[in-house]
């Protein structure tokens, strides 16, 4: 792990206080930067900025060829993460634990001890991609549940932390199978990466064939030193120290403070209106996770408190492609854009 990093991860809530805006800055930049190697994916970048720096996992939906896989390589190169800090992996059913936490030491199991050797596996990276993950096996689901959940796993039984603080999967299609329904759950934000064809067919084969050209020469202009990776933990470090009062006076709350009534209100009828209406399955943790990813997007696009624009990240709420499409639509026009 970097010094950068770890020093990120230690950084007072003074010294994050006199940076924040500097941080801000170039996590904007950033976004809009690597927006440019890209066909009409800004939406998903900025999503994944604001799931990075609020540390909640993000699932990227859509058929083969939407770039998926792209967005995130990229986005990893671009905040000029180390390979050492990364981890990706393709699931199927197939797929052994020893592929995603490390293989079984066997100098250790002959001393009786049940220890994976975990160096470049899950358990190591700060950040993560797994490609069509819901095509894991139940023995692959209870790990990442773990992980996801409660930032562990277990060597001999005993629970040890993972570095993991961003993690990104994708998928071709939401399965509707019960037994994923708690990994489903714990991705608040599901985003589609559609195809782009039908409405910029030449502007797709021009950047296609920049990429190859990228891809070839092995160049890679989108890194460009907007933004690392330490800005990243930095930017969720200093909203958690706003979360928790430390910048408040007289015990002021941070819904108080940077989240106004009225659309703390709409953030309430809107869900009701979801529940009531098209039966969308908000669970009471998704609840606490969406406050935060609001307050996470607010910051970063404006600085300051929670908007009626922040309320949008609603559209990323579905749980199947009926849902997706349905929200796509009804959240603008809920929101009174349409």
């Known amino acids: 792990m970097s010094t950068a990093i770890l020093e990120a991860e230690e950084a007072p809530f003074e010294q994050l206080r006199e940076e924040s805006e500097e941080i801000r800055t170039r996590l904007n930049r950033f976004r809009s930067s690597l927006s440019r190697f890209f066909v009409d994916k800004e939406h998903l970048i900025d999503v994944m900025v604001v799931a990075a720096v609020a540390q909640e996992p993000l699932l990227l939906v859509g058929p083969p060829g939407t770039a998926k896989s792209d967005l995130v390589l990229k986005f990893k190169d ?19 634990p020893s592929e995603i936490i490390g293989p079984i030491d066997i100098n250790e199991l002959r001393d009786g001890r049940y220890i994976r050797r975990e160096q470049g596996k899950l358990p190591t990276a700060k950040l993560a991609f797994l490609d069509e993950i819901f095509k894991s096996n139940s023995a692959i689901l209870n790990i990442l549940l773990t992980i996801i959940n409660e930032k562990k796993f277990y060597q001999d039984g005993i629970p040890q932390p993972v570095a993991l603080r961003v993690l990104f999967a994708a998928t071709n299609e939401i399965p509707e199978h019960g037994e994923l ?25 021009d950047a296609g064939l920049k990429a190859e050209v990228y891809r070839n020469l092995n160049q890679k202009p989108w890194v460009e030193d907007h933004a690392s990776f330490d800005d990243v933990i930095k930017a969720n470090r200093y909203l958690m120290f706003l979360f928790g009062g430390q ?4 015990g002021e709350s941070d819904r108080s403070k940077f989240f106004p009534d009225d659309v703390f209100r709409e ?17 009471d943790r998704k609840l606490v996770k969406l406050y935060k990813l609001f307050r996470v997007r607010s910051w970063l696009l404006t600085g300051g408190t929670v908007t009626r624009d922040d309320l949008r990240l609603l559209m990323y709420l579905g749980e199947s492609p009926e849902e997706m499409a349905l929200l796509r639509e009804k959240i603008p026009t809920l929101l009174g854009d349409a």
Do not use: H
């Open 78 to 96: 671009a905040l000029g993460i180390n390979q050492d800090d990364y981890f990706e992996y393709m699931l199927t059913r197939f797929t052994e």
């Open 181 to 205: 329904g708690a990994l489903k759950d714990r991705f608040v934000l599901k985003a589609e990466s559609l195809p782009v064809q039908n409405d910029y067919f030449s502007e797709l084969i």
């Open 247 to 250: 910048d408040s006076v007289g």
């Open 267 to 283: 953030f309430q009828r809107l869900i009701k209106t979801l529940i009531r209406e098209d039966k969308i399955f908000v669970s």
